[in-house]
């Protein structure tokens, strides 16, 4: 158990649909990370939040976006979605936000988009 | 365009060999190296990480080496558990991002 927390933990939902994930990071991490894994691209970093804020931004599309709640919590919103934003949805979270620091992740949420 | 590569999508080794898990990576800017392991119906965890300043990083029966002439690194196992048989990530950041590779799902064979 990582201490990260994701909701739900399987999500299905038809095309044009908006969904919110929910992520609570371990207790005392600042960071919080989201990542999507489909199928042939691995691991894809979206963005990271750090103690509320903005910090860095991967690739995620316009139709995601994402914040941090004064209690560290994050959600990540998908709309418009298609079906090629059926994947796995991971949340991670580090104590601060160096390049160096480990990552926790959480055990993902997986999205099915019919 | 894939800054971090993994090019074995799957590697099987005898248990109690050594299991070598390589990696390359384009951008010189990348400051640390990180592995993280994934079982399935998990999200991934941290193995071990190196700093660009360092060639090698060792924690127990894992040792990461990093080439940065060749932008090369490889994680090593050994010797190999059943328990090692996971896929494998390798990521990459700097200040503003990190870039995972796309796995090795790694066989340990008894």
């Known amino acids: 158990d990582s201490g990260v927390t994701q909701t739900p933990k399987h999500l299905i939902t038809a095309t044009g649909q908006r969904v919110t994930l929910r992520c609570s990071p371990r207790?005392?991490?600042?960071?919080v990370y989201w990542y999507q894994q489909s199928l042939d691209q691995g691991l894809q970093f979206l963005i990271q939040?750090?103690?509320?804020?903005?910090?860095a931004k991967g690739n995620i599309l316009e139709r995601f976006s994402a914040q941090q709640f004064p209690d560290l919590h994050s959600e990540l919103n998908l709309s418009s979605l298609e079906l090629g934003d059926s994947a796995l949805y991971f949340c991670?979270?580090?104590?601060?936000?160096?390049?160096?620091?480990?990552?926790?992740f959480g055990p993902g949420t997986r999205l099915t988009v019919l | 365009d894939q800054q971090v590569k993994q090019n074995s999508p799957s590697l099987s080794v005898q248990e109690g060999r050594i299991s070598i898990l390589n990696c390359d990576y384009t951008?010189?800017?990348?400051?640390?190296f990180l592995w993280y392991k994934k079982y399935p119906a998990e999200g991934p965890t941290f193995l071990i990480s190196?700093?660009?300043?360092?060639d090698k990083n060792e924690d127990g029966r894992f040792t990461v080496f990093l080439n940065k002439s060749a932008k090369h690194l490889s994680l090593h196992i050994v010797p190999s558990q059943p328990g090692d048989s996971a896929v494998y990530f390798c990521?990459?950041?700097?200040?503003?991002?990190?870039?995972f590779g796309k796995g090795t799902r790694l066989h340990i064979l008894p």
């Open positions: 207790s005392g991490d600042l960071s």
């Open positions: 951008n010189s800017m990348f400051d640390y």
């Open positions: 990521a990459a950041s700097s200040d503003d991002k990190i870039i």
């Open positions: 190196i700093s660009s300043i360092k």
């Open positions: 991670a979270s580090s104590q601060w936000t160096s390049g160096e620091d480990e990552q926790f």
């Open positions: 939040y750090y103690n509320g804020e903005e910090r």
